[in-house]
Nanobody, 127 residues
Framework: QVQLVESGGGLVQPGGSLTLSCGAS????????IHWFRQAPGKEREGVSC????????NYADSVKGRFTISRDNAKSTVYLQMNSLKPEDTAVYYC????????????????????WGQGTQVTVSS
């Protein structure tokens, strides 16, 4: 199982920025598409963004398009989520997971394709 660890969350004012990191200790992530998910209080988890194994393809949920940027550094086995122009509705616990079946970025990938959920990192957008 490829267990990933999320970090970088925190409290930020509306309009502010945060960069989340997703790392894997002891694993090479090159072969896996990596996805970011989030779960807001009282809501279901939703897919936020994904990036292909080689970093050449990305995709975003409509709610974050134009504000969030996903990237990866395979040499460091780390994936980043740069979040700009944050809104209160972005408040959620953010998780990253590896798609263990395909290297392509597929926002509709079956949940069975993914490695386990991690602890997540809390992002709170509030004044």
């Amino acid at each position: 199982q490829v267990q990933l660890v999320e970090s970088g969350g925190g409290l930020v004012q509306p309009g502010g920025s945060l960069t989340l990191s997703c790392g894997a200790s002891g694993y090479t992530l090159d072969y896996y598409a990596i996805h970011w998910f989030r779960q807001a209080p009282g809501k279901e988890r939703e897919g936020v963004s994904c990036i292909s194994g080689d970093g050449g393809a990305t995709n975003y949920a409509d709610s974050v398009k134009g504000r969030f940027t996903i990237s990866r550094d395979n040499a460091k086995s780390t994936v980043y989520l740069q979040m700009n122009s944050l809104k209160p509705e972005d408040t959620a616990v953010y998780y990253c997971r590896a798609d263990l079946i395909q290297a392509m970025c597929d926002m509709e990938a079956d949940d069975a394709y993914f490695g386990p959920w991690g602890q997540g990192t809390q992002v709170t957008v509030s004044s």
